[in-house]
């Protein structure tokens, strides 16, 4: 079968490249698959399986964010163009150009809104339909993100925390889990497990990293990270039996504690992370620990710090690169780019600028290292 490269970006024939059934996972933590984005092997190769039983490799981008365009300076746009309508925008700017730029999967919608404060809203159920394309969703389940600096620690054996827990995953799972486009859900993102920042030192670790030093202190960070990772499990399958659990999005390049690791694993259905360093060696050791399918979930090459006031381009090159090594890594399952969509003044870069001009060179170089993925699927698979 070959595809126009005109059809290579489109959502329609990403769906269609593979039509041979793998073999699908029997470890997932799903109680009811069918019909829902799942795993299986397939050619010694981990997969996700598309709900029509299809290979598919997830080429997302992550932090799409309609108040970008709300800015004194191009709130005209927002009104003009769009009618002030985040659906509007979201089918007639975002779903059309992540199709033509080659991206498969809206990895993680929520956006930096001031530096080491909280992100932006998630999309509603309505804004997802609205894609019309692969998603992932978060869970706030804990706000201990490595770049947040205002909330204390949840008490993760408190008598209230599995009260939140319920709270949240009725709030979220219980509408999202018939969504046939819902890949699955994160939690946190970069946990600070057993690390910690310097906007975040008043709060320090979740778990002090010194008692890693005895048998005692490793066997009360393993329970008390299987408490967290056995709640949130257990929370979620009450409202949603279909969708993958992706679980926290671990800083790789910070330390990570194989005690959380270990009590993760029969409680999520893939290992998450963040790494602007070095994602490809990194991944292909976590999966050779653990076995456990891997993911890129946030990450981006930048050729320089943004200067003061300034702005930073995505790197396409590097892009180009770690994408074509993590699809040789028998593991890993996709690659969702620290973009963003369309710049603001917290992050300062993005795909597109507030003024919707687009990042030409590097969305070229981007796109064809999606295009050459999917080449690459049609040819081997």
């Known amino acids: 079968m070959v595809f126009t490269r005109r059809q290579f970006f ?41 709900p029509e039983g299809e290979l598919f490799f997830s080429l997302g981008l992550n932090h799409i964010d309609p108040a970008s365009l709300r800015y004194p300076e191009n709130i005209h746009i927002w009104r003009d163009t769009y009618g002030g309508s985040t659906t509007r925008w979201i089918q ?23 530096r080491q404060w909280r992100h932006s ?16 969703h978060l869970l706030p389940f804990t706000e201990s993100h490595q770049w947040e600096q205002h909330t204390r620690h949840f008490d993760f054996q408190g008598s209230q925390w599995k009260e939140w827990v319920d709270y949240v995953a009725r709030s979220h799972c219980a509408e999202l889990s ?5 890949i699955g859900y994160f939690y946190s993102d970069c946990p600070t497990w057993v690390h ?31 408490d967290y990772y056995q709640t949130t499990h257990d929370a979620i399958r009450r409202y949603d039996p279909n969708h993958l ?37 990194h991944l292909d050791e976590w999966y050779k620990k653990t076995g456990k399918p891997v993911l890129l979930a946030d990450a981006a090459g930048l ?4 200067p003061p006031g300034g702005f930073t381009p995505n790197d396409g090159e590097w892009y180009a690169e770690v994408l074509a090594a993590l699809f040789e890594n028998p593991g890993c399952i996709g690659f969702h780019l620290c973009g963003a969509y369309q710049r603001n003044k917290a992050r300062r870069r993005g795909l597109l600028d507030e003024l919707e001009r687009p990042d030409q060179e590097n969305i070229e170089l981007i796109s064809a290292a999606n295009a050459e993925v999917n080449r690459w699927m049609n040819e081997r698979y």
């Open 196 to 226: 910690e920042r310097p906007e975040n030192a008043w709060r320090g670790p979740i778990f002090d990293p010194e008692r890693l030093k005895t048998e005692s202190g490793r066997r009360e960070l393993n329970q008390l990270a299987r």
């Open 303 to 306: 050729r320089h710090p943004a």
């Open 10 to 50: 489109s959502y329609a024939a990403i769906a269609a490249i593979v039509r041979t059934r793998p073999t699908q996972a029997k470890t997932t933590t799903q109680p009811k698959p069918d019909g829902f984005f799942t795993l299986g092997q397939h050619d010694g190769h981990w997969w996700l399986i598309t």
């Open 121 to 136: 809203r998630p999309f509603t159920n309505d804004e997802y339909r609205a894609l019309d394309m692969p998603f992932c």
């Open 245 to 281: 659990i992706l679980g926290d999005r671990y800083e790789a390049n910070a330390a990570i504690a194989m005690e959380v690791v270990e009590a993760a694993l029969p409680f999520v259905d893939v290992l998450s992370f963040q790494d602007f360093r070095d994602p490809v060696t």
């Open 92 to 114: 007639e700017s975002v779903a059309p150009n992540l199709r033509k730029w080659g991206f498969n999967t809206v990895g993680w919608v929520q956006e930096v809104t001031v």
């Open 178 to 182: 018939e969504e046939r486009n819902l």
